[in-house]
């Protein structure tokens, strides 16, 4: 059936205020189903633009069909959300798309069944990318100015310019050791993530301490450890490596998904147990992130707030109490404990 037609996904459009998202079941359906109006997912929501999958090589790359197929379907996608060029469009459709898969791994823990689904659809969208920045002219550049300028210039983080940094982490998924340091994006991606938490904590009026900053955070938190995870256990092995893999198996890897949310559950646990930032970085640590050391916790939070609420576009609300509190000297140690044993092991 694969080899008669096209395979893919259908894409869903959802508009959440002025923002507009994309994302899919990630369901195999054929590019004739497609075209002769389906236009459902089974669980009957609607879905709007198709998206070829990768499969393998013969399925793809080697395919005339599916090499017209993707062209026309980034083409009417890129027209709808506004998107000027091929190039802009592929940076952000896949991205979007991976990360969104992400998410939904780690949300469907609880079923393997329905993960594997989700991470084969993630693996296509990875082996597509890939595939795609090495033969599309100035893709791959424009995608190592992106995540290069993310790195080094804090102003590329900024809101402004990187709305979702999510698409920022899926961007790494594909590139390799020689092209990106994956210990210093790691230190520049988890600052943004502490400077857009701020925000959510003043609105939430949360007291400025360890235990209540991090309880408050915990599906940020819980994203950002997650993907973290994820990257770094896809690139355990070379990327060339793992893209052959990909091809072999074709794009299969329901084995793995055991093993990623088995891991996830004790990383996850550690950290729950721990009720601290403190285990939330240990385990970062563990992934590359280069610091902080636990003596740094408490100065952290408060550079965090002071340096938030230095910024424009929307990283801190200017009338709350935070905006104008000096934290320099506080130790949430004397109202919330440090270090304690949590509600012990899983």
Same mark, same amino acid.
Request: with cysteine; hydrophobic share 40%; net charge positive.
């Given at each position: 059936?694969?080899?008669?037609?096209?395979?893919?996904?259908?894409?869903?459009?959802?508009?959440?205020?002025?923002?507009?998202?994309?994302?899919?079941?990630?369901?195999?359906?054929?590019?004739?189903?497609?075209?002769?109006?389906? =236009?459902?997912?089974? #669980?009957?929501?609607?879905?709007? %633009?198709? +998206?070829?999958?990768?499969?393998?090589?013969?399925? /793809? $790359?080697?395919?005339?069909?599916?090499?017209?197929?993707?062209?026309?379907?980034?083409?009417?996608?890129?027209?709808?959300?506004?998107?000027?060029?091929?190039?802009?469009?592929?940076?952000?459709?896949?991205?979007?798309?991976?990360?969104?898969?992400?998410?939904?791994?780690?949300?469907?823990?609880?079923?393997?069944?329905?993960?594997?689904?989700?991470? =084969?659809?993630?693996? #296509?969208?990875?082996?597509?990318? %890939?595939? +795609?920045?090495?033969?599309?002219?100035?893709?791959? /550049? $424009?995608?190592?100015?992106?995540?290069?300028?993310?790195?080094?210039?804090?102003?590329?983080?900024?809101?402004?310019?990187?709305?979702?940094?999510?698409?920022?982490?899926?961007?790494?998924?594909?590139?390799?050791?020689?092209?990106?340091?994956?210990?210093?994006?790691?230190?520049?991606?988890?600052?943004?993530?502490?400077?857009?938490?701020?925000?959510?904590?003043?609105?939430? #009026?949360?007291?400025?301490?360890? %235990?209540?900053?991090?309880?408050?955070?915990?599906?940020?938190?819980?994203?950002?450890?997650?993907?973290?995870?994820?990257?770094?256990?896809?690139?355990?092995?070379?990327?060339?490596?793992?893209?052959?893999?990909?091809?072999?198996?074709?794009?299969?890897?329901?084995?793995?998904?055991?093993?990623?949310?088995?891991?996830?559950?004790?990383?996850?646990?550690?950290?729950?147990?721990?009720?601290?930032?403190?285990?939330?970085?240990?385990?970062?640590?563990?992934?590359?992130?280069?610091?902080?050391?636990?003596?740094?916790?408490?100065?952290?939070?408060?550079?965090?707030?002071?340096?938030?609420?230095?910024?424009?576009?929307?990283?801190?609300?200017?009338?709350?109490?935070?905006?104008?509190?000096?934290?320099?000297?506080?130790?949430?140690?004397?109202?919330?404990?440090?270090?304690?044993?949590?509600?012990?092991?899983?």
């Amino acid at each position: 059936m694969m080899a008669e037609s096209i395979q893919g996904y259908g894409i869903q459009r959802t508009e959440q205020g002025r923002m507009t998202n994309i994302g899919t079941d990630g369901n195999y359906i054929s590019i004739d189903a497609f075209q002769n109006g389906l =236009r459902q997912y089974p #669980n009957k929501d609607a879905f709007h %633009y198709f +998206l070829p999958a990768w499969i393998n090589p013969e399925h /793809a $790359a080697k395919n005339p069909k599916w090499i017209t197929a993707v062209q026309w379907s980034l083409k009417k996608m890129g027209v709808a959300l506004g998107l000027t060029g091929f190039v802009p469009t592929i940076l952000y459709v896949y991205p979007e798309l991976m990360n969104t898969m992400v998410v939904k791994i780690m949300n469907a823990q609880s079923d393997v069944r329905a993960s594997s689904v989700v991470f =084969r659809c993630l693996m #296509n969208l990875l082996r597509s990318f %890939y595939h +795609l920045s090495l033969v599309v002219p100035g893709l791959k /550049a $424009a995608l190592l100015q992106k995540v290069g300028g993310f790195v080094t210039n804090e102003q590329h983080r900024r809101k402004k310019v990187t709305a979702n940094v999510g698409l920022i982490l899926a961007m790494t998924l594909i590139l390799d050791k020689a092209e990106l340091n994956w210990s210093h994006f790691l230190a520049a991606f988890e600052e943004e993530c502490s400077l857009r938490r701020v925000l959510w904590w003043q609105r939430g #009026n949360v007291a400025i301490s360890d %235990y209540t900053t991090f309880l408050s955070s915990e599906i940020g938190r819980n994203n950002v450890l997650f993907q973290v995870m994820l990257r770094s256990l896809l690139h355990e092995k070379p990327l060339l490596e793992r893209i052959a893999e990909l091809d072999r198996l074709h794009c299969n890897f329901e084995g793995d998904v055991e093993v990623i949310l088995r891991q996830w559950k004790a990383t996850s646990g550690r950290v729950e147990d721990g009720r601290s930032w403190l285990y939330y970085y240990k385990e970062l640590q563990a992934l590359g992130y280069p610091g902080p050391q636990s003596a740094d916790i408490f100065a952290q939070l408060n550079r965090c707030i002071s340096k938030a609420n230095s910024l424009e576009g929307y990283y801190h609300i200017p009338s709350t109490r935070s905006r104008d509190a000096d934290y320099s000297g506080y130790d949430n140690r004397r109202e919330e404990g440090y270090g304690g044993r949590g509600r012990g092991s899983r």
